[in-house]
């Protein structure tokens, strides 16, 4: 129980383009999700919360303007990389949580480049 | 911000060794979790800890909650090479549900 998936698995984009990505709950329904960035050999640093049927809470420094999250349903967030540049190139990785008083579980990730 | 001290940065040791990590708070924290993350992978949950003084163990694996409530050690015992990976404590504080990750811990077993 309690798996998370992504998609995609990676990506290659071309500089100003837009790139989605999904975070599914599969076998749990989750109120938050949440979205990192890790950086080679670098640690994972919370981007946004993102709570079902409104706004996400974007972390300091985050432009939520650049980084569009929706989570429509339940088991769905998605993030939108938008206008993507080479230094967002990055691993993408989100987290669910089955309930207020459970622990995130992390999707695979998705491995962005921008050339 | 918290931020969380994580060491050592890397370890290489041989098959069989017994390993240690810790991590350390500038301030306090009521969860302290442990991951794993292979590589092009997300972190997996070992351990995770809600109590000041807690001991917990999953398999060849011991964790322990600080008294202080600021700091958290992770055990691995009888290394093997499936244990080669990045280790990372991460904690949470007041009634927030966002954690505050460590900078990692990467291993490498040696045969």
């Known amino acids: 129980g309690a798996v998370v998936s992504q998609h995609p698995s990676w990506v290659i984009c071309k500089s100003g383009t837009s790139v989605k990505i999904e975070c599914r709950s599969l076998d749990f329904q989750a109120t938050t999700m949440f979205w990192y960035r890790q950086f080679p050999k670098q640690s994972l640093m919370l981007m946004a919360t993102s709570n079902e049927g409104s706004k996400a809470t974007y972390e300091q420094g985050v432009e939520k303007d650049k980084f569009l999250i929706n989570h429509a349903s339940l088991t769905l967030s998605t993030l939108t990389v938008t206008s993507a540049h080479p230094e967002d190139s990055s691993f993408y990785i989100c987290s669910a949580s089955p309930g207020q008083d459970n622990e995130q579980f992390f999707g695979p990730g998705t491995r962005l480049t921008v050339l | 911000g918290q931020q969380l001290n994580q060491s050592p940065q890397s370890m290489f040791i041989q098959e069989g060794e017994d390993v240690s990590m810790n991590c350390t708070s500038s301030s306090i924290f009521n969860t302290w979790l442990w991951y794993k993350q292979d590589p092009g992978e997300g972190p997996v949950l070992l351990i995770a800890l809600y109590k000041a003084g807690e001991l917990t163990s999953n398999g060849r694996l011991t964790a322990q909650f600080g008294i202080t409530r600021k700091d958290s050690f992770l055990n691995i015992s009888a290394s093997i090479p499936s244990d080669v990976g990045i280790y990372f404590c991460?904690?949470?504080?007041?009634?927030?549900?966002?954690?505050?990750f460590g900078s990692g811990t990467q291993l490498t077993v040696l045969p």
């Open positions: 991460a904690g949470r504080s007041g009634s927030a549900r966002q954690l505050t």
